[in-house]
């Protein structure tokens, strides 16, 4: 302890050791002190001298200080104190930076914080220390689960360590992460922790943490970030809370970037609805701090990362639908029109406002229908141009002016034919500022930088939209008192023509460059317009003498867009003017330009530096007004026709007249095709009306055989009853015309008689069987129910009886129920004689009434018939009877099974008292045995002893006695 008061500041007593003997000293003490006091105190010392000898204590005790993690993990302040320590080591902040004393290779430790070169060997050294850390895997895991520990002391410099490895080897240390199990989550809990600089360095840990990796923003987004995030940027207080939101909107802004899955994500689970309120700024009198700037600044990016254009179409139109239909944009228009906002503020809400409204004509709409406040309202659209065209403005907000136009204008033929009405004469309102007159107040304007912004703005109403340029033909212009208005198109060429009077040469550039962008923009895929074009004389003239002439490098790119607009004008030449067909064109080229010369001067547009800039991404960003040269939308249309005009300047009039016809043959054939295609279309609609007139005949033709069948079978039955009317009639005359065919009848109905009085026999004979087996079962019962009384005497008698008397129930039923079927028989056979006598008198009876034997004959069969009517109400009679017996049969049969189950159940008991006694005679045998046993052990025992002992016989003759004289005395 002495040696490491020495070492904590004591007094010197005599020459002091270096800076490496001393942490060589303390190494030593960390790895062979056995008490964690000594350990604990030698850490300290080493956390003390790792920032003035940095090199010394990783070099020496890194490896001692990682097994102090892995060993002492249950002493909260030596973990601590190592970990701070190893922080020292890999930090490379500035502030912890020290002048320090000579190394033990006589150089200094550190460099001055303000030396550039001392803080890059610094990080360097960071560096190199976190490789080595890192290398063993085991040690960021080791880290991982020591954030765990709810402890401050451990878990608040674990956070700060792995933050530092993050710094230094940021890709090394997130693949290790990644693999390891829970890790993320692990970190994840870092924002749930209820101590503030704890969660505030979390958010730190996990903004390193998923820059530039997708797997782990993915997992991050899953393990609830976003609501975790917002829920702390709300009670912070939006963009009015401190560095907690910021850091906030930066892990959301990595979360969100260039990450499509996390983007889909956000957006399902209705997290931009949430994003309103941040954009609710309240009282512009109450001054914007630095860092509500900051914040709502990252605010508006979040918005523009979920609008991308460079994200997939689908996904960026359905985040700009939520924002419309939760309000976000309305709130956005709000604060673009309000007064006191800053302006690096309103330049980035103009550009966010840009991108929401980009390609959705339900934004572009309500952008349209949006008014500033003032008197009298005006456009949000005309306000914006106003500020856009002003060259006292700020560069960075016109630029934005210009991107948000070209966004409202972008797939928007509406918005377009809006923006071009106002330019034509039958529009113009003298008493308004419209859009169309700023345009052209730029465009003529001295300030380059409008001239290029307006020629811009008015190219991208004409984009993609054959209509306004024709409508754009119509602008006339009045230039000055006296003199005939001209056309808009010819006023552009009258600058162009006369860019030279302009002063400054990066001005008259830029400006040219902008008229000629129009100018390509305006012609292009327009027939009408190139003819315009070319009837001014001076036009062409113009084009190839700059496209000739040797000008200096910054004229270059004038000549590459003059060459272009030569191209466009050969390209859609429709050949109408005599003295500017294709061909001439083209020959005038060759003789003053040369085809070479002219196809390099094309080529030259792509080569330009700025041409690459632009053509990257669609929003307009310049770091000075001199580099404002290309628009996005041209560099698309260059792309487009360079190799076209290419070919079409090489070609001669041969070829030319060979395309021609080709395409006339072409067009011959497209519109035979056409034909044939529209033939084809007739065809196909004929087809199908007569396959509807084919399933509607076969509908009709289903219901007329249905009802032919029907009527099929109508008639059959007509005739049916025809020839029963007939045949009765001819038996009618039979027995009216002859006596004999009426005795054949009587014979008839005197046999079917006999057969019925046989069979009613029959059934007597049946009845009288029934009767007897009646009255056996009937005794049978009698005797069951005697032998159920006497069967309580005894349980082997009463097993048997009831396996007899089960089986009698069972003949006994199968019995009645023969017999049912037999009653049911007897009345359907009754029913039968009935309809027979019904119908022997129905025949009998038309046309026979002045016959006195049929009269007789008839009476006896209706005497007959009455008796046997008779017999059956007996034989009914009897049923009933019968049915009753069956009844009290049935009822008996009942009371025997419940004395046969009274019998079963006291049979059960019975048996169930036999095994309870079986089993507690064997429990005494058992007992008996066991008591012999020990008698005979006892036996001999005593006969070891020498005591006299008595036989069993002897024992047995007492006992008897014993009794006997228990006998007597009873």
Same mark, same amino acid.
């Given at each position: 302890?002495?040696?490491? !008061?020495g070492?904590m500041?004591g007094?010197?007593?005599g020459?002091?050791?270096?800076?490496?003997?001393?942490i060589?000293?303390?190494?030593?003490?960390?790895?062979s002190?056995?008490?964690l006091e000594?350990?604990r105190? /030698?850490?300290?010392?080493?956390k003390a001298?790792?920032?003035?000898y940095?090199s010394?204590? $990783?070099?020496?005790?890194?490896?001692?200080?990682?097994?102090?993690l892995?060993t002492?993990?249950?002493d909260s302040?030596?973990?601590g104190?190592?970990?701070?320590?190893l922080?020292?080591i890999?930090s490379?902040d500035?502030?912890?930076?020290q002048?320090?004393g000579? %190394?033990?290779s006589?150089k200094?430790?550190?460099?001055?914080?303000?030396?550039?070169n001392?803080q890059?060997?610094a990080?360097?050294l960071?560096c190199?220390?976190?490789?080595?850390f890192?290398?063993?895997?085991?040690?960021v895991?080791?880290l991982?689960?020591l954030?765990?520990?709810?402890?401050f002391?451990? !878990?608040w410099p674990?956070?700060?360590?792995?933050?530092?490895l993050?710094k230094n080897?940021?890709?090394?240390?997130?693949?290790v992460?990644?693999v390891?199990?829970?890790g993320v989550?692990r970190l994840?809990?870092?924002?749930?922790?209820s101590?503030e600089?704890?969660?505030?360095d979390?958010?730190?840990?996990l903004?390193?943490?998923?820059?530039?990796?997708a797997a782990?923003?993915k997992?991050?987004?899953f393990e609830?970030a976003f609501?975790?995030?917002l829920?702390v940027?709300?009670?912070?207080?939006?963009?009015?809370?401190?560095?907690?939101?910021e850091?906030?909107?930066?892990l959301?802004?990595?979360l969100?970037k260039?990450n499509?899955?996390?983007?889909?994500f956000?957006k399902?689970?209705?997290?931009?609805q949430?994003?309103k309120p941040?954009?609710?700024?309240?009282?512009?009198?109450l001054?914007?701090?630095?860092?509500?700037?900051?914040?709502?600044?990252?605010?508006l990016?979040l918005v523009?990362?979920?609008v991308?254009?460079v @994200?997939?179409?689908?996904a960026?139109?359905?985040?700009?639908?939520?924002m419309?239909?939760c309000?976000l944009?309305?709130?956005l228009?709000?604060?673009?029109m309000a007064?006191g906002?800053?302006?690096?503020i309103?330049?980035?809400?103009?550009?966010t406002?840009s991108?929401?409204i980009r390609?959705s004509?339900?934004?572009?709409?309500?952008f349209?229908?949006?008014?500033?406040?003032?008197?009298p309202?005006?456009?949000?659209?005309?306000v914006?141009l106003?500020s856009?065209v002003?060259?006292?403005?700020?560069?960075?907000? !016109?630029c934005?002016?210009?991107?948000?136009f070209?966004?409202?204008l972008?797939?928007?033929q509406?918005?377009?034919g809006?923006i071009?009405?106002t330019?034509?004469?039958s529009?113009i309102?003298?008493?308004s500022?419209s859009?169309?007159q700023?345009l052209c107040?730029?465009?003529f304007?001295?300030?380059?930088?409008?001239?290029w912004?307006?020629?811009?703005?008015?190219?991208h109403?004409l984009q993609? @939209?054959?209509?306004q340029?024709e409508?754009?033909?119509?602008v006339?212009?009045a230039t000055?008192l006296?003199?005939?208005?001209?056309?808009l198109?010819q006023q552009?060429?009258n600058?162009l023509?006369?860019?030279?009077?302009i002063?400054?040469?990066?001005?008259k550039?830029?400006?040219?460059?902008?008229?000629?962008?129009l100018?390509?923009?305006?012609?292009? @895929?327009?027939?009408i317009?190139v003819?315009?074009f070319?009837?001014?004389?001076?036009?062409i003239?113009f084009?190839?003498g700059?496209?000739?002439?040797?000008?200096?490098?910054d004229?270059q790119?004038?000549?590459g867009?003059? $060459?272009?607009l030569?191209?466009i004008?050969i390209?859609?030449?429709d050949?109408s003017?005599?003295?500017?067909t294709?061909?001439?064109?083209?020959?005038?080229?060759?003789?003053?330009?040369g085809?070479e010369?002219?196809v390099?001067?094309?080529?030259s547009i792509?080569k330009?530096?700025?041409y690459?800039r632009?053509?990257?991404?669609?929003q307009?960003?310049?770091?000075?007004?001199?580099?404002m040269?290309?628009?996005?939308?041209?560099t698309?249309?260059?792309?487009?026709?360079?190799?076209?005009?290419?070919?079409?300047?090489?070609?001669?009039?041969?070829?030319e007249k060979k395309?021609?016809?080709v395409?006339?043959?072409?067009?011959q054939?497209d519109?035979?095709?056409?034909?044939?295609?529209?033939?084809?279309?007739?065809?196909d609609t004929?087809i199908n009306e007569?396959?509807?007139?084919?399933?509607?005949?076969?509908t009709?033709?289903?219901?007329?055989q249905?009802?032919?069948?029907?009527?099929l079978?109508?008639?059959?039955q007509?005739?049916?009853q025809?020839n029963?009317l007939?045949?009765k009639?001819g038996k009618d005359?039979?027995?009216?015309n002859?006596?004999?065919k009426g005795?054949?009848v009587?014979g008839v109905?005197?046999?079917?008689?006999s057969?019925?009085?046989e069979?009613?026999?029959?059934l007597?004979?049946?009845?009288g069987v029934?009767?007897s087996?009646l009255?056996?079962?009937?005794?049978?019962i009698?005797k069951?129910?005697?032998?159920g009384?006497? /069967?309580?005497?005894?349980?082997?008698?009463?097993?048997e @009886?009831?396996?007899?008397?089960?089986?009698e129930?069972e003949?006994?039923r199968?019995?009645v129920?023969?017999q049912?079927?037999?009653?049911?028989?007897?009345q359907?056979? !009754?029913q039968?004689?009935?309809?027979?006598?019904?119908?022997l008198?129905?025949?009998s009876a038309?046309g026979?009434?002045d016959?006195?034997a049929?009269a007789?004959?008839?009476?006896e069969?209706?005497?007959?018939? %009455?008796?046997v009517t008779?017999?059956t109400?007996?034989?009914k009679e009897?049923g009933?009877?019968w049915?009753d017996?069956?009844a009290?049969?049935?009822?008996?049969?009942a009371t025997?099974?419940?004395?046969?189950?009274?019998?079963?159940n006291e049979?059960?008991k019975?048996q169930?008292?036999v095994a309870?006694?079986?089993k507690?005679?064997?429990?005494?045998?058992?007992?008996? /045995?066991?008591?012999?046993q020990k008698?005979?052990s006892?036996k001999?025992?005593?006969?070891?002893?020498g005591?006299?002992?008595?036989e069993?016989?002897?024992?047995d003759?007492r006992?008897?006695?014993?009794d006997?004289?228990?006998?007597?005395?009873d």
């Amino acid at each position: 302890m002495n040696f490491l !008061r020495g070492v904590m500041g004591g007094q010197p007593t005599g020459p002091q050791p270096s800076g490496a003997e001393t942490i060589q000293k303390l190494c030593d003490r960390v790895a062979s002190s056995t008490l964690l006091e000594d350990r604990r105190d /030698a850490v300290r010392a080493l956390k003390a001298l790792s920032k003035k000898y940095r090199s010394e204590v $990783a070099s020496q005790a890194m490896s001692h200080l990682i097994h102090i993690l892995q060993t002492d993990s249950s002493d909260s302040e030596i973990i601590g104190y190592a970990l701070d320590t190893l922080y020292n080591i890999f930090s490379n902040d500035e502030e912890e930076e020290q002048d320090g004393g000579p %190394s033990s290779s006589g150089k200094q430790s550190s460099k001055p914080a303000h030396d550039e070169n001392g803080q890059k060997q610094a990080d360097d050294l960071g560096c190199q220390f976190t490789e080595i850390f890192i290398k063993e895997q085991e040690n960021v895991t080791l880290l991982l689960s020591l954030l765990e520990e709810f402890d401050f002391h451990v !878990r608040w410099p674990g956070v700060k360590l792995l933050t530092a490895l993050l710094k230094n080897q940021c890709s090394q240390v997130q693949a290790v992460i990644l693999v390891s199990p829970m890790g993320v989550s692990r970190l994840m809990d870092l924002l749930a922790d209820s101590r503030e600089v704890i969660r505030n360095d979390g958010l730190l840990l996990l903004q390193h943490l998923t820059k530039c990796n997708a797997a782990i923003q993915k997992i991050v987004a899953f393990e609830n970030a976003f609501e975790r995030l917002l829920d702390v940027i709300t009670e912070e207080g939006n963009s009015d809370g401190g560095i907690v939101v910021e850091d906030c909107l930066l892990l959301l802004l990595n979360l969100l970037k260039n990450n499509n899955s996390n983007q889909n994500f956000f957006k399902e689970g209705s997290y931009i609805q949430r994003m309103k309120p941040w954009f609710e700024v309240g009282d512009e009198n109450l001054g914007w701090s630095a860092q509500k700037v900051t914040n709502l600044h990252l605010m508006l990016q979040l918005v523009r990362v979920m609008v991308s254009p460079v @994200n997939p179409p689908g996904a960026t139109s359905s985040c700009q639908k939520s924002m419309y239909h939760c309000g976000l944009l309305q709130q956005l228009c709000t604060i673009l029109m309000a007064t006191g906002v800053p302006a690096d503020i309103l330049t980035e809400t103009i550009n966010t406002v840009s991108e929401v409204i980009r390609g959705s004509q339900v934004n572009q709409d309500y952008f349209a229908s949006v008014n500033a406040p003032s008197n009298p309202p005006r456009p949000a659209i005309v306000v914006l141009l106003m500020s856009m065209v002003n060259e006292r403005q700020p560069f960075v907000l !016109r630029c934005a002016v210009l991107y948000c136009f070209q966004c409202f204008l972008y797939k928007n033929q509406k918005g377009q034919g809006e923006i071009v009405a106002t330019l034509l004469p039958s529009t113009i309102d003298a008493n308004s500022i419209s859009a169309g007159q700023l345009l052209c107040g730029g465009l003529f304007s001295t300030d380059s930088v409008s001239n290029w912004c307006a020629a811009v703005a008015l190219a991208h109403a004409l984009q993609d @939209n054959l209509t306004q340029k024709e409508q754009l033909l119509r602008v006339q212009l009045a230039t000055s008192l006296g003199n005939p208005p001209v056309s808009l198109l010819q006023q552009c060429t009258n600058i162009l023509s006369q860019g030279d009077k302009i002063d400054r040469r990066g001005s008259k550039v830029q400006t040219r460059v902008g008229l000629l962008m129009l100018l390509c923009t305006w012609i292009n @895929n327009c027939p009408i317009a190139v003819t315009h074009f070319l009837h001014n004389q001076a036009n062409i003239p113009f084009l190839t003498g700059q496209i000739s002439e040797n000008l200096e490098e910054d004229e270059q790119l004038v000549q590459g867009l003059c $060459a272009l607009l030569l191209g466009i004008c050969i390209y859609y030449n429709d050949n109408s003017l005599e003295n500017y067909t294709k061909e001439k064109l083209k020959q005038l080229i060759e003789k003053r330009i040369g085809k070479e010369n002219f196809v390099e001067k094309l080529g030259s547009i792509c080569k330009h530096e700025l041409y690459s800039r632009a053509a990257q991404k669609p929003q307009p960003v310049f770091s000075s007004p001199e580099q404002m040269l290309f628009d996005h939308e041209f560099t698309k249309l260059v792309k487009e026709l360079e190799a076209v005009l290419t070919k079409t300047v090489h070609k001669s009039s041969e070829e030319e007249k060979k395309e021609e016809e080709v395409k006339k043959t072409l067009e011959q054939h497209d519109s035979i095709v056409t034909q044939y295609k529209e033939l084809i279309r007739e065809q196909d609609t004929q087809i199908n009306e007569l396959k509807t007139q084919v399933s509607s005949m076969k509908t009709q033709n289903e219901q007329l055989q249905a009802s032919l069948t029907q009527q099929l079978s109508q008639l059959q039955q007509h005739k049916d009853q025809y020839n029963v009317l007939k045949l009765k009639l001819g038996k009618d005359s039979q027995q009216h015309n002859a006596h004999g065919k009426g005795a054949q009848v009587n014979g008839v109905q005197s046999e079917e008689l006999s057969r019925l009085w046989e069979e009613l026999e029959e059934l007597k004979k049946q009845h009288g069987v029934l009767q007897s087996q009646l009255a056996e079962k009937d005794s049978l019962i009698e005797k069951m129910k005697s032998e159920g009384a006497h /069967a309580v005497e005894g349980t082997a008698g009463s097993s048997e @009886n009831n396996s007899e008397l089960q089986k009698e129930l069972e003949t006994l039923r199968a019995q009645v129920q023969s017999q049912s079927a037999e009653i049911s028989q007897l009345q359907a056979e !009754r029913q039968e004689l009935l309809n027979k006598a019904e119908t022997l008198a129905m025949v009998s009876a038309p046309g026979n009434t002045d016959s006195s034997a049929a009269a007789a004959k008839i009476t006896e069969l209706e005497k007959r018939l %009455s008796e046997v009517t008779g017999e059956t109400e007996k034989i009914k009679e009897e049923g009933k009877i019968w049915s009753d017996s069956k009844a009290a049969l049935e009822q008996q049969v009942a009371t025997a099974n419940s004395s046969v189950a009274i019998l079963q159940n006291e049979k059960s008991k019975l048996q169930q008292e036999v095994a309870e006694s079986k089993k507690e005679q064997d429990d005494l045998l058992m007992l008996l /045995a066991d008591q012999d046993q020990k008698i005979k052990s006892l036996k001999d025992k005593l006969k070891e002893l020498g005591e006299p002992i008595e036989e069993d016989d002897d024992l047995d003759t007492r006992d008897q006695y014993d009794d006997e004289d228990d006998e007597d005395d009873d």
